[in-house]
T-cell receptor
C-alpha cells in the first residue's frame, strides 16, 4: 500500500494553462505539505495544512493555491503556468505539527511538471 | 534566517570505501535534524533523525550521523558503501519553534562505483 500518493506522476503542459496535482495519504496523519524541487534538486517548502487549516504559506506566487478537502487530501492548483514552474512537486505528510517539530515527514513519489 | 549547507555537491566512491557527508546549519536555538535519501527516480525516504539524547544516531542501511552542537553540524557516515547506496542525500533541519517547516540542504549526489 502506498502511504503518500500523488497524481499524475508526469505532467507536460503549455504556458498559460491551469493544472492540478492531487495528493492523498492513508497514514491517518493530520498534517500535509507541498514542496518544490527545482532543476538543481533544491527542495523548498511551499505550503502545509494541519487538519484542513493552512499553517505554512511560504513566499509562493498566488497562482499556486492549495486545497484540502479533508485531512487525507491536499491538492495543488496552479493557474497560468509559467516556464519557471517546471519542477518536481512533492507532497508529504506527518502525524501532526507539534511546536517542537519532531514529526517525521513522509514523502510521496513526486509529480514531474514540465511547462513548454 | 535558517539555512542548511551540504559541503559536497557530488561524491564518487568505490564500493567498500567509507563515507562521510557534511551538513552544517545556521540556527542558534534547538533544532531537529534529519537525513533523507532519494534513490534515482524515487521519493525521499528517511534515513535517520535526531531530536534529543545521544548525539550519535543510527539509521537504516548501516548509516549513522553525529550531532555536534558546538559545530552546528550533523554529518552522515557509513563505514562501507555499496553500489546500491548510489543516490541523492539531503540534510534537513527543523527549528524547534517552527512546527513542521523543514529546511533542506542542496543535496549531495553519491555515486558508488562497483
Amino acid at each position: 500500500d502506498t502511504a503518500v500518493s500523488q497524481t499524475p506522476k508526469y505532467l507536460v503542459t503549455q504556458m498559460g494553462n491551469d493544472k492540478s496535482i492531487k495528493c492523498e495519504q492513508n497514514l491517518g496523519h493530520d498534517t500535509m505539505y507541498w514542496y518544490k524541487q527545482d532543476s538543481k534538486k533544491f527542495l523548498k517548502i511551499m505550503f502545509s495544512y494541519n487538519n484542513k487549516e493552512l499553517i505554512i504559506n511560504e513566499t509562493v506566487p498566488n497562482r499556486f493555491s492549495p486545497k484540502s478537502p479533508d485531512k487525507a487530501h491536499l491538492n495543488l492548483h496552479i493557474n497560468s503556468l509559467e516556464l519557471g514552474d517546471s519542477a518536481v512537486y512533492f507532497c508529504a505528510s506527518s502525524q501532526g505539527m507539534t511546536s517542537g517539530g519532531e514529526e517525521t515527514q513522509y514523502f510521496g513519489p513526486g509529480t514531474r511538471l514540465l511547462v513548454l | 534566517a535558517q539555512s542548511v549547507s551540504q559541503h559536497n555537491h557530488h561524491v564518487i566512491l568505490s564500493e567498500a570505501a567509507s563515507l562521510e557527508l557534511g551538513c552544517n546549519y545556521s540556527y542558534g536555538g534547538t533544532v531537529n535534524l534529519f537525513w533523507y535519501v532519494q534513490y534515482p527516480g524515487q521519493h525521499l525516504q528517511l534515513l535517520l533523525k535526531y531530536f534529543s539524547g545521544d548525539p550519535l544516531v543510527k539509521g537504516i542501511k548501516g548509516f549513522e550521523a553525529e550531532f555536534i552542537k558546538s559545530k552546528f553540524s550533523f554529518n552522515l557516515r557509513k563505514p562501507s558503501v555499496q553500489w546500491s547506496d548510489t543516490a541523492e542525500y539531503f540534510c534537513a533541519v527543523n527549528a524547534n519553534n517552527q512546527g513542521g517547516k523543514l529546511i533542506f540542504g542542496q543535496g549531495t549526489e553519491l555515486s558508488v562505483k562497483p
